[in-house]
């Protein structure tokens, strides 16, 4: 049994005295450890809530850096901490909120070959991660270790939070079988998000951690919870195991389960082959020639915060309805902010006749990192 | 008329409504309804089989349509339907 020092019996007073908590809660709370994926939006409220509760041992995996437009939304870093590995950022932050955490630093991509071996030491593991093959991959190893997932995702202005594999309950694959087709559904860096969301979902998995944990309360093992943050709903729905779903015997390659690349960001290559790039320097070279049809495929939001000049905006969603404005006989470019949108719109006039077509590499984005360097970035 | 709520992902291809009002008596119809109202909705939430995309579920109040009768389940009047997609982002 773990003993509490005067210090922490000082330092969790308010959690000693919640009948529910008490001594040996706040005792349980220091013999337990988890094992947080991702110290992104979800994972800073949670490794921040986490360590100040006094959980003894965390364990924190990610292998990005800190980047300047994390910070809207991941506070659990700084602005001294742009360029920095997002683990140190997040062990220094821990460690001064607690110096009792002990925490565990995974400078690594979780997959299928380290995925067991790095979650088995952790009572619960909570799923930070932006991307479907990771998710899934989180999922399986969880249930092969017989260990509670807590889960959060979001989007925009939506969210989503459940507890899988716990006590006999459902998990990922009976709420979803199989992730969408890449490109079906963009990430936060393509499709945005509104920062204090992950604030949300975070601290309500963070509520579900330390519930189990303790043992306490009913946590959301069979019901999923969604949150709208745009009309302020949040809505319950019962969740439970599919007999249809197969069992989850070993892990697999996610990559090739979900068609994409984890760990994606702006890594995320074409999958679908055949289309043509044009980088973005050679773009500022062909820029003058006559004739050259730029077209920008990115919201008018987008569009108001940079654009490439000279080109025309026909967002991805209009641009079928809005081909009598393009001339298919001319050289034509499309872009996005980061290629994604793009290869749609590529796609689409590469099927109605536009012969000499390509597509912008990296988007908007490499074009202000590699030609125009005063074009803000987002 | 039932009323089904749609995710944000999903708004742009609905003239950004969070809810539509939709017409029949069975999960199908409604859906179908949905899809006529705005057909740009149909790739997202139909394979081209025409059976429901594995990655989007469909509520009837707080119950899932798998766990129903799926496509046949029966709508009624003060019924509310849910489309909810699966989302990643962290």
Redesign the interface.
């Known amino acids: 049994m773990t003993h509490l020092t005067n210090a922490e019996i000082q330092r969790y007073s308010r959690h000693l005295i919640l009948e529910e908590v008490g001594m040996a809660g706040q005792e349980k709370l220091k013999g337990s450890s988890v094992l947080c994926v ?1 110290t ?4 800073s409220p949670l490794l921040l809530y986490l360590a100040a509760a006094g959980v003894g041992r965390i364990g924190v995996v990610d292998f990005d850096v800190v980047d300047v437009s994390n910070l809207q939304r991941q506070v659990l870093h700084g602005t001294s901490s742009v360029g920095k590995k997002k683990i140190e950022s997040a062990k220094e932050r821990i460690l001064d909120i607690n110096p009792f955490v002990q925490v565990d630093l995974y400078d690594q991509p979780l997959n299928s070959e380290n995925a067991l071996q790095t979650m088995e030491p952790y009572d619960v593991v909570v ?6 093959p990771t ?1 899934y991959l989180v999922n399986d190893a969880c249930v092969l270790l017989g260990k509670p997932n807590v889960y ?7 969210g ?1 939070c459940t507890v899988f594999n716990y006590a006999g309950g459902p998990n990922y694959r009976d ?6 087709p890449p490109g ?5 860096a393509e ?1 945005g ?1 509104l920062g204090i969301l ?1 604030g949300v979902i975070g601290c309500l998995q963070a509520t579900e951690t330390i519930k189990v944990l303790l043992g306490v309360g009913e946590t959301l093992s069979g019901r ?1 919870l ?1 949150y ?1 943050a ?2 302020m709903k949040f ?6 195991c ?1 007999p249809e779903t197969k069992p989850i015997t070993e892990l697999i390659d996610y990559q090739q389960f979900c068609g994409i690349p984890a760990n994606g960001h702006e890594q995320r290559k074409n999958a679908e082959g055949g289309i043509e790039n044009i980088s973005p320097v050679q773009l500022n070279s062909r820029l003058s020639a006559v004739g050259l049809q730029l077209v920008d495929v990115r919201e008018p939001h987008e569009w108001d915060i940079c654009r490439i000049q000279g080109a025309t905006l026909i967002p991805l ?1 209009e641009i079928e309805q809005r081909l009598s404005e393009l001339d298919p006989q001319k050289e034509t470019v499309v872009y996005c902010k980061m290629g994604g949108r793009s290869k749609k719109a590529y796609v689409i006039l590469n099927g109605k006749g536009f012969g000499r077509l390509t597509n912008l590499e990296g988007g908007i984005r490499a074009w202000s990192k590699q030609v125009d360097s005063d074009m803000p970035q987002y | 008329m039932a009323v089904i709520s749609l ?3 999903l708004r ?2 609905a003239d950004k409504s ?1 809810e539509v009002e939709v017409n029949g008596t069975t999960v199908g119809q409604a859906l179908d309804h949905l899809t006529e109202k705005f057909p ?1 909705l149909r790739k ?1 939430l139909f394979s081209e089989d025409g059976s429901l ?3 989007v ?1 469909v ?1 009837l109040n ?3 349509i ?2 129903l009768d799926k496509g046949a389940t029966k709508v009624g009047e003060r019924d509310a339907l ?1 489309i ?7």
């Open positions: 991702g992104g939006g979800l994972g799923d930070g991660t932006d991307n479907f998710r959060g995702s979001i989007f925009k202005f939506e989503q709420l979803y079988p199989e992730p969408p079906l559904v963009p990430s936060c499709g998000v992950p999923l969604t709208d745009l009309n809505k319950e729905f019962k969740l439970r599919d969603r | 995710p944000t992902p742009p291809y969070a740009a997202h995309r594995s990655f579920n509520y707080d119950e899932d798998r766990f849910s909810i997609p699966s989302i990643a982002g962290g």
